[in-house]
């Protein structure tokens, strides 16, 4: 990622160079986009380049970075919190609006071809997990409040399994993007909430039981 010589750069030019590389990066891929159309693309020199950027990976880990944080920061959650089933819905519902966003399938396409480790560092070393933390955070708390989360368990952990359930779920699914259309769309949102809910959800049990871990971790609380 990059240091202090691009943020020092005024927020136009830094603008300037990510949306060429973006535009580049969605068109031609990561692999075949051009270093050299992006530096004519969006009016700098070679050597600034270089002097902002140490290679074309570095380039691309600030444009998901940058574009992501840009993405979830625009988000607005208004969860329906009177009952159980009106949580659920509603969550269900908004990840349905995320996903159909124009920035969130730029995003995907911006990583599809990127290994799981490329796309890990990028989100660990990006200001990418404490927007996660907020949003989803919020979500769990309400979530809590109708009484459709579970209140054994520890609010931040109740959080972090959700971060990370979904973080593992969008890596899985990168690779099969180009295949995905508004049929199969519902589908997938709805497996990824069914697999939450089955965590998350108070009265989810196997056999009439619920889980041992929901006996034992008020413990730990």
Known sequence: M???RFYNLSEEKQARILQA??????????????????????GISKGAMYY???????????????????FL????FNLDSSSIETYWSSFTSTFFEIF?????QEIMTLSKGL??????DILKDSKYPQINHI?????????????????ELPEKLSIDITIHLFSMLDTWLIPYFDNINEEIMPVLISAYIEILRGILEPDYSINGEK??????ITHLK
């Open 2 to 4: 990059p240091g202090s």
């Open 21 to 42: 590389a973006k535009v580049e990066f969605i068109e031609k891929g990561p692999v075949k986009a051009s270093l050299n159309r992006i530096i004519k693309n969006s």
């Open 52 to 70: 902002y950027f140490n290679d074309k990976n570095d380039l691309l880990a600030t444009v998901l970075d940058t574009f992501i944080k840009s």
């Open 73 to 76: 920061d625009s988000m607005e």
């Open 100 to 104: 159909k966003t124009t920035e969130f």
């Open 115 to 120: 290994s799981p480790e490329f796309l890990e």
């Open 135 to 151: 949003w989803i955070g919020t979500m769990i708390k309400s979530g809590i409040e109708a009484g459709a989360v579970r209140k």
């Open 211 to 216: 889980l041992l871990i929901f006996k034992e």
